[in-house]
């Protein structure tokens, strides 16, 4: 299935940078989550939630989530990720790693338009499930060790709700991620937390809060 073949791909991202609920109504229109600087803060609209991040991160502007997104344009603008979303039907709407490299911690968020990928009455529990057994074939082909790949229950944003768990190891090294979705009208959103020490997925999902 296409949408969970980009969630895939965002997860594979992570792990590859490392190593070098509810849904609303169909009429929901996407709006690209914001970043404010000054206040080090992210805000997703749409699918109601944000993060607070310190000094100690690094959020990736426009020009970076673009070229992730594969939109063409040097400097794209919202209605560049709109249109991008729209036809392509995926697109990152937040990248940003920790400045100590030797802790992997990384969050990354993409959204994809369930519509465009055929995918819509597919909901957040779905998502989670068709994905596992495809995880493992993805990383194992890129050789990775697939140490774990399951079903869980995490609070986020102040609600139970379900994720996948995944450990993958290469070269002597682990990394351990927590996938979390959240679905609006035709939109999924996929949270992917990342880090080389497990204890520390449950202090980057605290970072995330209802907006």
Known sequence: MKNV????????LSVVMLFTACSGGNN???KRGSYDESA???TSE???LSAAFDDKWTVQDGKYLGKLSGITASDPTDED???QLENTGMIFDLYAAHTDTTTGNSINITVENLKKTGNQGMSEEG???????QLKEQFGAQGFTVDKAEKGKITFIGKESVCGFVTVSKDGVTVHEVQVTVKKG???ATVTFASYDEKTLDELVKMFSAA
Request: no cysteine.
């Open 5 to 12: 073949k980009t969630t895939l791909s965002a997860l594979a």
């Open 28 to 30: 929901v229109e996407f």
């Open 40 to 42: 080090k803060k992210y």
């Open 46 to 48: 749409t699918f109601g």
């Open 81 to 83: 990720f709109k249109k």
């Open 127 to 133: 998502y989670i499930d068709a994905s596992i057994p």
């Open 186 to 188: 035709v939109y999924m």
